[in-house]
C-alpha cells in the first residue's frame, strides 16, 4: 500500500469518488463508480496477491496468448477474403471487437509482451517456434488494423524500451508533457485554433488505405477532424468546471453545448454516443485538473520506477519481464493519448494488470537485496 503507483491510483479512486458526489448527474456517475471498482478489485487487486507466484504469472500470459493467437488468425482469414480491403476492415473483427481501433490497440499492446517471451524461451524450443509465430501473426494483425493509433504504439513501445535501457524515458515522458502544453497554450492564444477549422465538405471517410494516409497528413480525415471538434468542446468545458468536472460518465450529455459549429464533421451526431478521443481530456471534463494531474502523474512515475527498477535487477528473467510490461504500458498509452480505452474491459485489464506486475516486481527487488547483503557478509 504504499507504493508510490499504489498510492496514486488509491489518490485517483478517492478523487473520483468526490466527483461522483458533486456530479451533474449523480445517477450515471454511481455506475461509473461501480465499474471503476469492478476494475480494480479483479485486475489490480487480485493479481498483486496471485502473481506473486511466477506459474500464474506465466500462465496468465500463455492464455491470454492463446486465445488472441486463435482470434487474431480468425479476423485475418476471414479479412483475406475480403482482400484485406481498407472500406471492409470492420466485419471480419465481429463479434470480438466492437471496432478496428479496439481490435488493433489489443494486438499492438500484446506485442511487446510476446517479444519478452521469445527472448525467455529457449532458442527453437517449441515454445519459441509458437511464439515466434504468434509475434508474426501479431504484427501482421496490428498492420491490418489499420489503426494509425496502434501503429503508433508499437513504435512507441520500441522507442521505450530502448529509453528505459539508456536511462531516458522518464525525460522523454516530461518533454513529452512539455511539447503537448505548449501546442495548447499556441493555439489557444488568440483563437489560433480557428485557423485549422476543417471544410465540412472535404472531411470523409477514404475508401482506400492510401486516400486515408494522405487525409490524414493533409487534415481532411473524418476521424481526426472529429477529434478537434470533441477536444475543443472538452476543453471549453473545463473552464466551467476545472475543479470537480461535470461527473464521471456525464461528457455526452453536456458537451454539445459546448461545440464550435465550424468544426462540425459528418459524424458528430454521435450517435455511438463516444467521448473525448482523449484520456487526458477525459479526466479534465469529467474529474477536473485533479484527476487530470493524477493520471499525467501516473504515467511519469510508471516509466520513472520501472526505469530505475530495471537498472537494480539482476535476474535476467525479470528484466525481460519488466521491459515486456514496460513496452506493452507504453503502447497503451499513446493508444490511449487518441482514445479513451483505460474504460474498456479488454484495455483496461492489461494497463491494471501491467502495474501490478511492476509493484510486485520492485517489491521483490526490495525484500531480496538485504537477504542478498546479509548473504554477502555473514561469517557462514
Not at 530502448?162 to 488568440?190: D, E, G, P
Not at 481532411?220 to 475543479?243: C, F, G, K, L, V
Not at 468536472?245 to 465550424?262: E, L, M, Q, R
Request: proline share 3%.
Amino acid at each position: 500500500l504504499r507504493h508510490p503507483l499504489v498510492l496514486i491510483i488509491l489518490a485517483s479512486f478517492l478523487w473520483m469518488c468526490v466527483t461522483v458526489i458533486y456530479s451533474e448527474n449523480p445517477a450515471l456517475s454511481s455506475k461509473y463508480l461501480v465499474k471503476r471498482i469492478w476494475y480494480l478489485v479483479p485486475f489490480f487487486a487480485w493479481p498483486l496477491l496471485l502473481f506473486t507466484d511466477r506459474k500464474i504469472l506465466i500462465r496468465s500470459y500463455q492464455w491470454m496468448f492463446g486465445i488472441l493467437f486463435v482470434i487474431v488468425s480468425l479476423v485475418l482469414i476471414r479479412f483475406s477474403a475480403k482482400g484485406f480491403r481498407f472500406e471492409e476492415v470492420h466485419d471480419p473483427i465481429q463479434p470480438f471487437f466492437i471496432n478496428h481501433v479496439m481490435y488493433g490497440s489489443m494486438i499492438s499492446c500484446f506485442i511487446p509482451l510476446t517479444a519478452g517471451a521469445l527472448f525467455l524461451s529457449r532458442k527453437l524450443s517449441m515454445q519459441w517456434l509458437v511464439t515466434f509465430a504468434g509475434l508474426g501473426l501479431f504484427i501482421l494483425g496490428v498492420y491490418f488494423s489499420y489503426s494509425r493509433a496502434a501503429w503508433m504504439g508499437v513504435i512507441f513501445a520500441a522507442g521505450a524500451v530502448l529509453f528505459v535501457r539508456y536511462k531516458l524515458m522518464h525525460q522523454a515522458m516530461l518533454l513529452f508533457y512539455a511539447l503537448v502544453l505548449t501546442a495548447i497554450l499556441w493555439l489557444s492564444q488568440n483563437n489560433h485554433y480557428l485557423d485549422f477549422k476543417p471544410k465540412f465538405e472535404k472531411t470523409i471517410m477514404h475508401e482506400s488505405l492510401e486516400d486515408h494516409i494522405m487525409a490524414t497528413i493533409q487534415g481532411t480525415d473524418i476521424s481526426s477532424a472529429e477529434r478537434y471538434y470533441r477536444w475543443i468542446a472538452a476543453i471549453r468545458m473545463s473552464q466551467d468546471r476545472p475543479i470537480l468536472g461535470v461527473g464521471p460518465n456525464n461528457f455526452y450529455d453536456f458537451y454539445k453545448a459546448y461545440t464550435i459549429t465550424s468544426f462540425r464533421t459528418w459524424v458528430s451526431r454521435n450517435f455511438e454516443r463516444s467521448t473525448t478521443h482523449n484520456y487526458f481530456l477525459f479526466m479534465l471534463v469529467e474529474q477536473g485538473y485533479p484527476a487530470l494531474i493524477l493520471y499525467a502523474l501516473l504515467i511519469w512515475a510508471i516509466f520513472f520506477y520501472g526505469q530505475r527498477l530495471y537498472h537494480r535487477l539482476k535476474s535476467r528473467q525479470d528484466r525481460i519481464i519488466l521491459l515486456a510490461v514496460l513496452g506493452m504500458l507504453a503502447s497503451l498509452f499513446i493508444n490511449n493519448f487518441f482514445s479513451e480505452l483505460l474504460e474498456t474491459d479488454k484495455i483496461g485489464s492489461l494497463f491494471l494488470m501491467g502495474l501490478a506486475v511492476l509493484v510486485l516486481l520492485d517489491r521483490q527487488n526490495k525484500k531480496s537485496a538485504p537477504d542478498k547483503f546479509a548473504a554477502k557478509t555473514s561469517p557462514g
